[in-house]
């Protein structure tokens, strides 16, 4: 059983930062790409950020200059670096495993954590 358990998130002021965690444990053996994602009220979840194993990373535009997504292969964790954020960036987040490989060589798909809120106010 493969689980990702988010941390990090909360309330902060426009212009503030936050730094989001997500762990996957379980029967890993490896996991190429790690997402995080995220859903405004009444918005449909969107992509955030995206890092592959070998540290390539893409953003959306929204947050490119500002967020920045890193990982610790050995600890199967996904990091979410949150500066210079803003009102809009008010969401809940989410990490997401498209796809891993298990200990016993078998590949499981479509994993995700149970979500942080952000909050940007003042």
């Known amino acids: 059983q493969v689980q990702l358990v988010e941390s990090g998130g909360g309330l902060v002021q426009p212009g503030g930062s936050l730094r989001l965690s997500c762990a996957a444990s379980g029967n890993i053996f490896s996991i190429n790409t790690m997402d995080w994602y995220r859903q405004a009220p009444g918005k449909q979840r969107e992509l955030v950020a995206t890092?592959?194993?070998?540290?390539?990373?893409n953003y959306a535009d929204s947050v490119k200059g500002r967020f920045t997504i890193s990982r610790d292969n050995a600890k199967n964790t996904v990091y979410l670096q949150m500066n210079s954020l803003k009102p809009e960036d008010t969401a809940v987040y989410y990490c997401?495993?498209?796809?891993?490989?298990?200990?016993?060589?078998?590949?499981?798909?479509?994993?995700w954590g149970q979500g942080t809120q952000v909050t940007v106010s003042s």
């Open positions: 997401n495993v498209p796809r891993l490989q298990t200990g016993t060589g078998r590949y499981g798909y479509n994993y």
């Open positions: 890092i592959t194993s070998g540290g390539n990373t």
